[in-house]
């Protein structure tokens, strides 16, 4: 029986986790839980679920929470989130919070030599070396579970030996592939995925393409290949998860129903597949594939996410700092959603390339964009 730690618990990757876990009570159990703000939803998950350490953000639901259920360990605020992520009474930690938040709790997961899950991007985008680094020093293991990243990590099973010519990262292209992106885009539009749900921070990050910026970035750390060897390619029906083209030519491709669960349990069974009740796909309902390339003038968020890669460490630093304030500002409709892009633009511009060489020093960076880009917002 694996334990099983779910940071982000009660988010959408967090419930597609805990569905694998009550689908398959005899090999996974949830040894702790995480949430943000959501304590009716933890409350439910801890009934169902009975973990032994719970955490939530706001002391006042902490002290609830303690008084409803004395048995459990509680954790609250930031000095608790740092003890709970340095617990070490679990087998796998699936990385699943949402944003820089994220960061710190997988650095110390991964700083125990734990198995890590990862779901979170932001941890790779903002982290990217020093977490490689602190895996490898410390023996940790480092499974992806973004659907993009375990069909790549798939393709590449048995294949050490043979070089890689190229990553070929699929994206749906989002609500807009097909429409003019403008400034009367509405939120509700931009939540709209055309073939994933997801939570909404990851969802408008698709709309944009901000999100496989993210992803490429993250594909350089997680495969050691150069950003020039990975290639968007938008696959509108996303049927195939991803590809790598090996140096002979041959393309392997991992293909597969449109669900979060087959990556999850991959990583929470890995290197075993889980039986699952999820339907399959069937080639002759689906017919055509297709294939194209993205359209960096339109999507000005990928374009900037390759700028950042190109320009080194710290500016992706503030790619995704300015990111998250801009899209929450979008959702909260204080910015329009073209504000977003160019949000980014000017943050970039006005940043000098800096050496990052802890997590507190990308923290601190983290926190000095966000409030600048918020203080951009207000004027
Ligand atoms: N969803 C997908 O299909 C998908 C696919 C690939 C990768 N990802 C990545 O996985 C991550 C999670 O995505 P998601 O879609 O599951 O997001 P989500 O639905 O918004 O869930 C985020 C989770 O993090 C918790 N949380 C947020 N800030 C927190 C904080 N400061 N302290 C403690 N908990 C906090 C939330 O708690 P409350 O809700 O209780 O506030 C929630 O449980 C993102 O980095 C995303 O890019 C997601």
Not at 118 to 128: D, Q
Not at 167 to 189: H, N, R, Y
Not at 245 to 265: R, W, Y
Not at 314 to 326: D, H, I, K, P
Request: charged fraction near 25%.
């Amino acid at each position: 029986m694996k334990k099983i730690a779910i940071f982000g618990s009660t988010g959408s990757i967090g419930e597609s986790t805990l569905n694998i876990i009550r689908e398959n009570p005899d090999l996974f159990s949830a040894i702790t839980l995480v949430a943000g703000k959501n304590i009716q939803k933890l409350r439910n998950q801890i009934e169902e679920f009975k973990p032994k350490n719970i955490y939530i953000i706001e002391q006042k639901n902490a002290i609830k929470l303690k008084e409803e259920y004395p048995y459990l360990n509680v954790f609250y605020g930031q000095e608790g989130m740092e003890k709970i992520s340095k617990l070490t009474d679990f087998d796998i930690g699936v990385s699943a919070l949402v944003g820089i938040a994220g960061l710190k709790p997988t650095y110390n997961m991964i700083k125990n030599g734990k198995t890590v899950a990862l779901a979170n991007k932001e941890v790779l985008v903002a982290g990217g070396e020093l977490i490689m680094n602190t895996a490898k020093q410390n023996n940790a293991t480092l499974l992806t579970v973004d659907s993009e990243h375990s069909a790549i990590m798939q393709c590449l099973q048995g294949e050490k030996q043979n070089p890689i010519d190229k990553i070929l990262l699929t994206a749906s292209g989002g609500p807009f592939f097909d429409k003019e992106i403008t400034d009367e885009i509405t939120v509700e539009q931009a939540l709209n995925h055309p073939t994933w749900k997801m939570g909404p921070k990851v969802t408008i990050d698709s709309s944009t393409m901000m999100n496989k910026g993210f992803e490429v970035i993250e594909a350089k750390w997680l495969f050691d290949v150069n950003p020039e060897q990975i290639q968007v390619v938008v696959h509108r029906k996303s049927i195939v998860h991803s590809m790598v083209q090996f140096k002979d030519g041959t393309i392997m491709a991992n293909l597969g129903p449109k669900s979060m669960q087959i990556p999850i349990a991959y990583a929470l069974n890995y290197p075993n597949r889980l039986i699952n009740h999820i339907e399959k796909i069937d080639l002759f309902d689906i017919k055509t594939l297709t294939f194209e390339k993205p359209n960096l003038e339109k999507f000005q968020c990928l374009k900037l996410a390759f700028e950042a890669i190109q320009k080194g460490h710290s500016y992706q630093v503030v790619l995704n700092a300015a990111n998250e304030v801009l899209v929450d500002a979008f959702l909260n409709k204080k910015i329009t959603y073209m504000q977003i892009p160019k949000g980014i633009q000017k943050m970039l511009a006005t940043h000098k390339l800096t050496k990052l060489n802890t997590v507190e020093e990308i923290l601190a960076l983290d926190k000095k964009i966000k409030e600048e880009t918020k203080k951009m917002i207000e004027n």
